[in-house]
């Protein structure tokens, strides 16, 4: 598993059910927003501006037959759990796995999830896989190398404690 480690320590004593790690080989914080929009579908509380565009795409690529996009969002909003950090809602956090050299970087992005992805999941690695270019194209702030290098799911139930500490 990950270090469980975000970035303010927000999360307190919270339970998944299911996670989805992606580790890349760059810093995640540069294109978490439009992670969210793009693969998830799920912009939550951000503007169309601060994720460039790529929300209206994410939840394209989610759209059954004649089905509204608002709908869409609905019907996501079942699988993934939720929590507020600094930013508003959201759905992921970034995380720091061991690179090649055994040193933690924040290069990783965990998905949690409370209820079994399975149906959405084709889809979800389907928009992962065209994520890079993706967001190359759509943000200037996005690495232009960007590889996705592991894509780990768990299916437990994992209770972690992040505790602030005042120096």
Do not use: W
Request: net charge negative.
């Amino acid at each position: 598993m990950v270090s469980g480690n975000n970035q303010l320590g927000n999360r307190i004593n919270m339970k998944n059910k299911y996670e989805l790690i992606i580790t890349f080989n760059e810093y995640t914080g540069n294109f978490h927003r439009e992670f969210n929009a793009f693969v998830l579908a799920c912009g939550g509380e951000y503007s169309r501006e601060e994720t460039n565009g790529l929300e209206a795409l994410g939840t394209t690529a989610f759209l059954k037959i004649n089905q509204d996009p608002d709908d869409v969002i609905d019907d996501l909003m079942e699988f993934y759990h939720h929590f507020y950090d600094e930013y508003g809602s959201n759905v992921s956090e970034l995380t720091q796995v061991k690179n090649a050299k055994g040193k933690y970087e924040c290069n990783g992005i965990t998905v949690f999830f409370d209820k079994d992805p399975a149906e959405i999941m084709p889809i979800i690695l389907k928009q992962l896989a065209a994520f890079p270019a993706a967001v190359a194209k759509a943000s200037s702030f996005a690495p232009k190398k960007l590889k996705v290098l592991k894509v780990e799911f768990a299916k437990e139930t994992i209770t972690r404690e992040v505790k602030e500490i005042n120096l």
